[in-house]
């Protein structure tokens, strides 16, 4: 079964500085990965995803993902950080025909 | 367009009660899904819709969980005899098809059970 590891539960950034939150995942087939946001009082919203082709995915915001096949990891990244970005993010993956699993999330703070 | 919605935004309830919880999808979205959110814990699969079916009911905590959809549209999530480790954050999604990549989510109902 597939499962998603985000080892950290919050990430603190100074506004402008590169961010990174990082997502590990294990699957059994070759896997499809997701990142979405979460704003306080809001539902999930899509970021970006890779499926297959180029490692560096880019996405909504100025966010990229990259995706490392032998570390099995899809870490986000931004390079200068907005309080606008702070928000739970979420990490998830698919196997073929099965749902989404996400990770637990991870909170971003942005401190101006 | 519209996106997905979700009604009622919050519901707080007794334990011991039934609740029904609602979800409208994006229209034309032939799969739904839904999801629970609880404080620390992500977010936990509990079943999806391919139009009207649900092939995968296996996220479903328990029997007082159920679920329908009709219409290939509208789907309506029960809970019966609530407990208070109900009480959560419960997230619908859609897809255009059950292999598409991007869900696109509601804005969840907040269950309180008291």
Redesign the interface.
């Known amino acids: 079964a597939q499962s998603v590891a985000q080892p950290e539960?919050q990430v603190n950034v100074a506004e402008g500085n590169p961010l990174t939150v990082k997502c590990t995942y294990s699957v059994s087939g070759n896997p499809?990965l997701?990142w979405?946001v979460q704003y306080p009082?809001?539902?999930?919203?899509?970021l970006l995803?890779y499926?297959t082709g180029d490692n560096l995915v880019k996405g909504s915001y100025g966010f990229e993902a990259e995706f490392n096949k032998s570390q099995t990891s899809f870490h986000l990244k931004k390079p200068s950080a907005l309080v606008s970005d702070s928000a739970l993010y979420?990490c998830?993956v698919r196997d073929g025909?099965t749902?989404?699993?996400?990770?637990?999330?991870t909170r971003l703070s942005v401190i101006a | 367009g519209a996106g997905?919605s979700q009604s009622p935004s919050n519901k707080v309830t007794e334990k011991g009660k039934d609740v029904e919880l609602r979800c409208d999808p994006i229209s034309g979205h032939t799969a739904l899904?839904w999801?629970r959110q609880s404080l620390?814990?992500?977010?936990e699969?509990l079943i999806?819709f391919q139009g009207n079916s649900a092939p995968?009911k296996s996220?479903l905590p328990s029997d007082r969980f159920s679920a329908e959809r009709t219409g290939g549209s509208v789907s309506t999530l029960t809970i019966q005899r609530t407990q208070q480790e109900d009480s959560a954050v419960y997230?619908c999604?859609s897809s255009l098809r059950?292999?598409s990549?991007?869900?696109?989510?509601?804005?969840?109902t907040r269950l309180t059970v008291t």
Do not use: M, S, T
Not at chain 2, 40 to 43: F, K, P
Not at chain 2, 101 to 108: A, I, K
């Open positions: 539960d499809y997701f979405y009082n809001r539902g999930l919203q899509f995803k499926i979420f998830a025909n749902p989404l699993v996400f990770g637990k999330g | 997905v899904y999801y620390g814990q992500g977010l699969f999806y995968d996220g997230l999604a059950q292999l990549y991007e869900q696109y989510f509601g804005p969840g």
